[in-house]
């Protein structure tokens, strides 16, 4: 599976962004799908998921209420609706993808078989 990332910018603190992760190679009907971010000089963090064709979503705290994840399996495409952007956002943001999640893993960034490139989100103040 190949994952592709993009829709990430510059926005002004309180702006939005739609992110985009498109796969190819494989279906992610089934899958749980999944955004991580990781900020300059910090660890890769969990953002949102989409668990297992899209049963249930889940969310980081710093997130919540602020952050959509979304999911067309039809065109195998999973999306990041980003609202209200704050500057402590800002990060290189990632799309991940498993056919064998268990929840309890569900933010351990080693557990994903799939991963995009990257897509940078910059939020200026």
């Known amino acids: 599976v190949q994952l592709q990332a993009s829709g990430g910018g510059l926005v002004q603190a309180g702006g939005s962004l739609r992110l985009a992760c498109k796969a190819s190679?494989?279906?992610?009907?089934?899958?749980?799908v999944t955004w991580f971010r990781q900020a300059p000089g910090k660890e890769r963090e969990f953002v949102a998921a989409?668990?297992?064709?899209?049963?249930?979503?889940y969310y980081a705290d710093a997130v919540k209420g602020r952050f959509t994840i979304s999911r067309n399996n039809a065109e195998n495409t999973m999306y990041l609706q980003m609202d209200s952007l704050k500057p402590e956002d800002t990060a290189i943001y990632y799309c991940a993808a498993s056919h064998s999640l268990i929840l309890s893993s569900i933010g351990t960034p080693a557990q994903y078989n799939y991963w995009g490139q990257g897509t940078l989100v910059t939020v200026s103040s």
């Open positions: 190679g494989r279906t992610l009907s089934r899958a749980t």
């Open positions: 989409s668990w297992r064709g899209g049963s249930n979503t």
